[in-house]
């Protein structure tokens, strides 16, 4: 059974930094590509950040591009998303995602975690 497990959000203030951790596991993700996806109140999910975990390069939004970075562990079982300069407008509930060799959408999903950044 695969799980994603998201940790490491919380209240920030604005300039600030926080780093989200997702925890995979139940497989062998190496062959993966692993992203972060967020969704404010109101609005749809939509895409921050995601990388393959046997390499390349990361994708981001341009909304985050030169603030957020994505980055997996040596055992390529837990990913990061590294979230410096931190404005109110990130404010959202970040979910992890998994999306298996050869699929067009992610598969696998965390439960999310909150993360309010203050003005």
């Known amino acids: 059974q695969v799980q994603l497990v998201e940790s490491g959000g919380g209240l920030a203030q604005a300039g600030d930094s926080l780093r989200l951790s997702c925890v995979a596991s139940g497989r062998t993700f190496s062959n993966y590509r692993m992203g972060w996806f967020r969704q404010a109140p109101g609005k749809e999910r939509e895409f921050v950040a995601s990388?393959?975990?046997?390499?390349?390069?990361?994708a981001y939004a341009d909304s985050v591009k030169g603030r957020f970075t994505i980055s997996s562990n040596y055992h390529k079982t837990t990913v990061y998303l590294q979230m410096n300069s931190l404005k109110a407008e990130d404010t959202a509930v970040y979910y992890c995602a998994a999306r298996c060799p050869g699929a067009s959408s992610y598969n696998y999903w965390g439960q999310g975690t909150q993360v309010t950044v203050s003005s």
């Open positions: 990388l393959s975990v046997s390499g390349g390069t990361p």
